[in-house]
């Protein structure tokens, strides 16, 4: 967590869930109502247990971002191509 948040963001930690960074009473109030969905601007509550996981990496070959897709779509079933 930054040592200073930017005017009018304010954090709350959320039992079970983390850290919540918002700017209005609305939000807040949803994301301790368990409506984390739309607390952080989803059109769902909650998404469904994901079943693959992306993983992007920089040049380094070093991982900037784990992303979590559900089975609901279809790949064309090979393996990602890294560009080196």
Not at 15 to 36: E, H, I, K, V
Request: hydrophobic residues 35%; glycine residues 14%; positive net charge.
């Amino acid at each position: 967590m930054p040592h200073s948040l930017p005017e009018g963001v304010q954090a709350a930690d959320i039992p079970g869930r983390g850290t919540l960074l918002y700017r209005d009473g609305a939000t807040l109030q949803a994301a301790f109502g368990n409506r984390m969905g739309e607390a952080m601007g989803y059109g769902i509550d909650e998404k469904t247990a994901a079943s693959k996981v992306a993983t992007a990496r920089d040049q380094s070959d070093t991982v900037i971002q784990h992303v979590a897709a559900d089975a609901g779509r279809k790949g064309s079933g090979r393996p990602p191509q890294r560009n080196k």
